[in-house]
């Protein structure tokens, strides 16, 4: 069990792996948050992301993005009523300070359920990507499932170029490639609609 892992298994979401190379290298970086079953698929997007593009990739397992919510209302709710003392911030923004890089969350669930903690995740300077399986299966098997949802390991590794794409730390021809590579139809409907 990684270090500081009981805890954030109790408030949310731990580090459960942390890419190599120094937190201070140059590499593109980003923070991959998975919840569920789709861990295994988002500790592989790491895989790809740095052997396939040079990313480094942060993975977080995320035990409850209700309980990051609920956390995060309280905190908003004990800063309201103490306007004068020191403020406090969600167990989230905690655990991703000092943290490079865009924020993709993953999970079998609809999409709005890891979009409930947006306001604490993002900011200025952090963007925050949420891919998850709205509508209905349309597969015999949950790895097609996932394809389908676009929420595979492929998928998580072109959300976060994207997204570094959006932030100019890489080209977009680099998303381009990822998309040839890993045999993506850019024109196929959009998962909700077919």
Request: hydrophobic share 40%.
């Amino acid at each position: 069990m990684p270090d500081g892992a009981p805890e954030g298994i109790l408030r949310g979401m731990y580090l459960l792996s942390e890419a190599g190379g120094r937190a201070s290298s140059k590499k593109p970086r980003v923070q991959l948050l998975g919840s569920g079953t789709i861990l295994r698929e988002v500790m592989a997007a790491a895989q790809l992301l740095e052997s396939d593009f040079g990313v480094l990739a942060d993975v977080w397992s995320v035990t409850s993005f209700t309980e990051l919510r609920r956390d995060g209302i309280e905190v908003e709710r004990y800063n309201m009523l103490h306007p004068t003392g020191t403020p406090r911030k969600a167990f989230v923004t905690e655990a991703l300070d000092g943290r490079r890089g865009p924020v993709i969350a993953s999970t079998d669930y609809i999409r709005t359920y890891a979009d409930q903690i947006r306001q604490w995740v993002g900011g200025p300077d952090r963007s925050y990507r949420v891919l998850g399986t709205d509508g209905f299966g349309r597969s015999d098997t949950r790895a097609g499932l996932r394809r389908f949802f676009e929420v595979d390991r492929h998928f998580v590794a072109l959300a976060a170029l994207r997204e570094l794409a959006e932030a100019g730390e890489i080209a977009p021809s680099v998303v381009q490639s990822a998309i040839e590579k890993y045999g993506i139809d850019p024109e196929a409907p959009m998962p909700t609609t077919v």
